[in-house]
């Protein structure tokens, strides 16, 4: 049903059903928000988008009121800003006055609505809350003195990623955003994706930082500083730097890397065409010996802590493959050290990821060689902006460079990693290849290409008929495990990112990342994909190169020791 | 864990609106909500953990420490907060060295605020175990608090 509701002595169409904030949105005027969360149920808890109800005189909350037939509505009366603005300066009551040394200073919503309302002095002083810092997880540092209770990360941990992992504990002005038991966030079942630290709208919540750390061995000349970028970095970096969403700045990142110190460029694409050989090899192994399936990706170090604590019964049904993060730096620390005369303790390898969930991953037990970590360092996507500030390296003003070699060659198979179904897409490619000993006629498979939470797809490989499915955010990932937890077995075969959209949405992006911008870095993704020639992981020359002096086969001793590993059931409060 | 068993039978085909009776079954046969009670909660009512936790510490009544031999409950009722029970709470929680909500390490003291005992002309009035003591001070509330701890050291 369809009607009309006068804002601001103008009259705008609306449906039943929706709020006064999306009619507005709509019609291009703009209402500050805080506590609103796209696609989710709003809550009202911050105040900022109230509006004058003109006919009863009462301000009403934009987000969580419907729009009714006839409805009067002022959306900037004198009163109306007013009270946003008290509501600003009682949000500042017991904010920390530290803007200057905050991370998320210059990109804050609150600094950005104290700005545009005009608060220019502290009026209410409130007791600001003693509650600790939270250093606890190896990703994420919670300040819950800097937070404004809005609940985003909570409705995000709860709806977007199932994992609930936060919720406001207390009440009234001693309510803080806790754990269970308000214990470190490393107790808890936290998965470490970063979405909380995406929807964060102050400093409240950021990755860790390991700076210093990467500096310092930089600084070392005995040294010798290594660095990796996942698929997704070279399409997603360009917003920070003020270049159009999607531009795929690949060469230039080489450069830039290089011009800050680094002495060795690799791709993690690279080794995500090594992950596709080594789990192509396990997926058809698994279908031929009749192993368990479906077999389901490992790479997202989020999905793995997720099994660990919620799906322990799926954990046989992971692939024993390491991520591609992980696999480079154990081939670095090996087949790298060894070409170069280099001990495994000499190389300090740092990872760019679009992830905090990966910073996590590097730390495990799991990953390390002799009690050497694989990765040393990991930057997200943000850190990189940073880091390259930090370095003085003006980014419009750069020539392109390539990537070392060998361990930076990639096909456009492992650079689709980045995306959802890429994985799924680039094993298919190589898989088809191991049982037919045909390369596919059409390279691309759009059934699982896109945003859609969840893409399935029955795909003829020779004799066999593959069931795929791709999921991404972990809490369409659940109904999935649900379904496979009660008996459905027409699957082999399944993708799992956390991060809606896959890594081009990961929690350590650019903040603020919109539907359009993940389009088109998906796009991005294809286009490389569409425009190079070398499309499969098992024609890359440098993954055959490695084979052949190192690692034998796929599946082989070797890639055992190195790139494949296990998980088990993680205790956490659930 | 047998008793929680009990409990959860109580509540068959039990959904989130029985979250809070629940809750309220296990503090009176367990004296305190603990981690493993809550985490069973959470799997019986398919209830994430942090959100029960969430739910509990919104109300007064639920304690997370099993409770002290001595149970005292220090009245914020609104004619003993006119006749100072702010400072006899300030005073205990200093004299035992834990807050509201949590129980001395040696197990013997613990401390709740209740809103209104029911003892006005007494104010400002506590109670321990149930015992009233009227017209509380902070030299009072010493004297008190020894003759407790002297209690258990005969």
């Given at each position: 049903m369809d009607f009309t509701i006068n804002v601001n002595n103008k009259e705008f169409q609306a449906t039943q059903g929706e709020t006064i904030l999306e009619v507005l949105n709509r019609n291009g005027i703009k209402v500050p928000t805080l506590c609103h969360l796209k696609n989710s149920m709003p809550t009202g808890a911050c105040r900022m988008c109230v509006v004058e109800d003109a006919d009863t005189g009462k301000l009403i909350t934009s987000c969580s009121f419907p729009a009714n037939p006839g409805m009067n509505i002022k959306t900037h009366s004198q009163r109306v800003v007013e009270s946003r603005k008290t509501i600003i300066e009682l949000l500042l009551s017991n904010h920390p006055d530290d803007c200057l040394y905050c991370v998320r200073n210059k990109n804050c919503e609150l600094q950005d609505l104290s700005e545009e309302h005009h608060v220019r002095e502290r009026k209410i002083r409130g007791r600001k809350n003693s509650e600790k810092l939270d250093l606890s997880s190896a990703s994420i540092v919670r300040d819950p003195e800097k937070c404004i209770l809005c609940g985003r990360c909570v409705t995000v941990c709860e709806d977007v990623m199932g994992v609930a992992c936060i919720d406001i504990i207390n009440r009234g002005n001693k309510s803080i955003i806790g754990t269970p038991f308000n214990q470190g966030l490393n107790t808890s079942s936290c998965i470490n994706c970063g979405q909380c630290i995406m929807v964060c709208p102050t400093g409240a919540l950021t990755e860790k930082n390991h700076f210093a750390e990467i500096q310092d061995a930089l600084n070392n000349p005995s040294k010798r500083v290594v660095v990796q970028y996942a698929p997704s970095i070279s399409v997603s970096m360009a917003e920070e730097l003020g270049m159009e969403p999607g531009k795929d700045i690949n060469g230039i990142l080489n450069a830039a890397l290089r011009k800050v110190g680094f002495d060795n460029i690799f791709d993690s694409s690279f080794s995500a065409d090594l992950t596709i050989m080594e789990e192509s090899a396990e997926l058809v192994q698994r279908i031929t010996d009749g192993g368990v399936l479906p077999m389901i990706t490992s790479c997202c170090p989020g999905w793995v802590k997720y099994a660990e604590e919620f799906y322990p019964d799926l954990i046989p049904n992971l692939s024993s493959c390491k991520s591609p993060q992980q696999m480079l730096g154990a081939v670095i620390k090996s087949y790298f050290a060894e070409k170069e005369n280099l001990a495994p303790e000499e190389i300090y390898s740092v990872a760019i990821m679009p992830c905090t969930a990966k910073k996590f991953e590097a730390q495990r037990e799991e990953m390390t060689q002799a009690g050497i970590s694989d990765v040393d360092a990991v930057l997200t996507t943000r850190e990189l902006t940073k880091f390259l500030k930090l370095y003085g390296i003006d980014m419009f003003n750069i020539q392109p460079e390539l990537t070392d070699s060998p361990l930076g060659f990639r096909s456009t198979a492992g650079k689709l990693f980045g995306a959802s179904g890429g994985v799924m897409e680039a094993a298919i490619r190589t898989a088809h290849f191991k049982i037919t000993g045909k390369e596919l006629v059409n390279f691309q498979i759009p059934q699982i290409r896109g945003l859609e939470n969840r893409k399935e797809a029955r795909l003829s490989i020779g004799d066999l008929d593959l069931g795929v499915a791709v999921v991404n955010g972990m809490a369409n990932a659940k109904e999935l495990l649900d379904e496979i937890k009660n008996g459905r077995d027409d699957i082999h075969f399944i993708e799992i990112m956390a991060c809606p959209g896959g890594c081009i949405g990961g929690g350590g992006q650019h903040i603020g990342t919109s539907e359009e911008q993940l389009r088109a870095r998906m796009k991005a993704l294809y286009k490389i994909d569409e425009n190079e020639t070398l499309k499969v992981s098992h024609k890359n020359p440098e993954i055959i190169e490695l084979y052949n002096n190192f690692l034998g086969e796929p599946l082989s001793h070797k890639s055992h020791e190195l790139l494949h590993t296990h998980y088990k059931k993680r205790e956490v409060m659930i | 864990m047998g008793e929680l068993k009990n409990i959860f039978n109580r509540y068959?085909?039990?959904?989130?609106?029985?979250l809070i009776p629940i809750l309220q079954d296990i503090q009176s046969a367990e004296g305190h909500l603990s981690k493993e009670a809550i985490v069973e909660v959470g799997s019986y009512l398919n209830i994430p953990s942090s959100k029960i936790f969430g739910v509990a510490t919104f109300y007064n009544q639920f304690r997370f420490q099993p409770v002290g031999k001595y149970h005292i409950q220090v009245c914020r009722g609104t004619a003993c907060h006119v006749l100072g029970s702010a400072t006899v709470l300030q005073e205990l929680e200093k004299q035992l060295k834990v807050k509201a909500g949590d129980t001395t390490r040696d197990g013997l003291f613990s401390i709740e605020v209740v809103a209104c005992i029911g003892a006005c002309g007494l104010a400002p009035v506590i109670a321990i175990n149930g015992e009233f003591h009227a017209k509380v001070t902070a030299a009072s509330l010493t004297e008190i608090i020894e003759s407790y701890k002297n209690k258990e050291e005969e």
């Open positions: - | 068959p085909e039990a959904g989130r609106d029985n």
